[in-house]
């Protein structure tokens, strides 16, 4: 796990915003998350994608124009199926490139199956969605710790 001193391989300058990759097909559920992550991260700068597709999109462009990579991705489990975060999952372990970018799960799904899975293909912790906006902002207050320690 990359620590506050590494972000320099992220970054051009000290002055790059630190990035979130936020893959999630849900658009009420994406805002939510880039409005609490700025919200409980000062300089975040939370970046969207919908599908695995744009994922891979994003983080492709953020390599070959030598943008910032994101410190962290939170990935939904079900784009709109399973498979699909899972998918996603098992290529940034695979990438050279993008595997030590560590990948929180975040998903409505409580059955074991997914989550031991999840952690199996290399998540380093799987969220289960909460409800309310409070809900949401606990869940959110462990994620800094996942990039800065």
């Known amino acids: 796990m990359k620590t506050m001193t590494d972000l320099h391989l992220f970054a051009r300058n000290e002055s790059d915003p630190i990035s979130i990759l936020v893959v999630e097909d849900n658009l009420n559920d994406q805002l939510i998350l880039h ?11 939370p970046v969207g994608a919908t599908s ?6 994003c983080l492709t462009n953020c390599h070959t124009q030598r943008f910032p990579l994101p410190v962290l ?8 199926r399973r498979d699909d975060g899972w998918k996603l999952l098992r290529q940034l372990r695979a990438h050279p490139i ?9 998903s409505s799904s409580t059955d074991l199956h997914d989550i031991e899975q999840s952690y199996s293909w290399g998540a380093c912790k799987y969220m289960i969605k909460p409800v309310t906006l409070e809900e949401w902002e606990e869940m959110l207050q462990s994620i800094p710790q996942l990039f800065r320690t």
Request: no cysteine; net charge neutral.
């Open 98 to 106: 993008y595997q030590h970018i560590p990948v929180v799960m975040v």
């Open 73 to 80: 991705i939170l990935l939904d489990l079900y784009l709109p």
């Open 35 to 45: 409005y609490l992550l700025r919200k409980q991260i000062p300089g975040v700068l």
């Open 52 to 57: 695995v597709e744009q994922a891979i999109t």
